[in-house]
């Protein structure tokens, strides 16, 4: 395994709306909540990530633009959050200008892998979350991690953006040389009152099969109000289905990472706190 005991994972879509964000953030908590320590890396020049953390629009400095692009310490950008073993490398506006400024470089796809090869053994497990593709901070992300999880929504055309995604994700790890892998696909905002979603989820694992993850994000509100508040789930309302579903969904992340070869699992190494 490239990364030792550290389990890198790309969280990659090919639209906005389909949970990205929410699960990067409330999976992260929920690994850090079993005793692992946990880097959550955000690209999105959005910040929802980061927002959805507490961390408001004036305070995002130093945040990744400013590792990849002012070649600031990566280790200097990382923060703890009020979350116990859950660290968090911030985003900004600034990731706007990373496909002009990284464009004529030649490392340009392998630049974030350099800056996480620096402190990810730290780390039991790194998770980044993307803007959607196309564009150098989704590249970045899947150059550098070990495998990657696609959210998707089981909406009538869920089924095609899911196929583009997860072949433009292969395709581009292989012309790079990448061995980067699929481990799952997340469904999200699955809400089984309507027909059409259950077609659609029954739909998606015919034609995925085991490469779906077998627990799903249904539609809760708490889901959706926990951002709004800078909290995850599990500050916000850690009895609500949401929260629940989110806790299983980690412990089959693991799993799936333990059974994926070449890799395995990491030792829990939060013992000690945040600082």
């Not at 539609?219 to 709004?228: D, K």
């Amino acid at each position: 395994m490239p990364h030792g005991r550290v389990v890198i994972t790309a969280i990659v879509s090919r639209k906005g709306g389909v949970g990205k964000t929410t699960t990067a953030v409330n999976l992260a908590a929920a690994l850090a909540a079993q005793g692992y320590k946990v880097l959550l890396v955000d690209l999105d020049s959005q910040a929802s990530t980061s927002l959805s953390l507490g961390v408001s629009r004036w305070a995002l400095a130093p945040s990744s633009a400013d590792v990849l692009l002012n070649s600031y310490p990566i280790a200097d950008a990382i923060r703890a959050t009020r979350v116990m073993g859950l660290y968090l490398i911030t985003a900004s506006t600034d990731l706007t200008s990373l496909d002009r400024e990284l464009g004529p470089l030649p490392r340009r796809e392998s630049l974030l892998k350099e800056e996480l090869s620096e402190v990810a053994d730290s780390f039991d497990f790194v998770l980044i979350d993307c803007p959607a593709f196309p564009s150098l901070a989704p590249v970045n992300a899947l150059m550098a991690s070990d495998c990657y999880v696609v959210p998707a929504v089981p909406h009538y055309l869920a089924i095609e953006g899911v196929r583009n995604v997860c072949a433009s994700a292969d395709r581009l790890c292989q012309r790079l040389g990448s061995p980067t892998r699929l481990l799952g696909i997340a469904l999200t905002m699955v809400d089984y009152r309507t027909r059409a979603s259950r077609d659609n989820v029954g739909q998606i694992r015919q034609e995925f099969g085991e490469r779906v993850f077998a627990i799903e994000i249904r539609t809760n509100i708490r889901l959706a109000e926990a951002p709004a508040h800078g909290q995850t789930i599990f500050e916000f309302d850690s009895s609500s289905p949401g929260a629940e579903a989110y806790r299983l969904l980690a412990e089959e992340f693991v799993l799936r990472a333990g059974l994926m070869g070449g890799l395995a699992l990491p030792t829990k190494r939060t013992a000690l706190a945040n600082s």
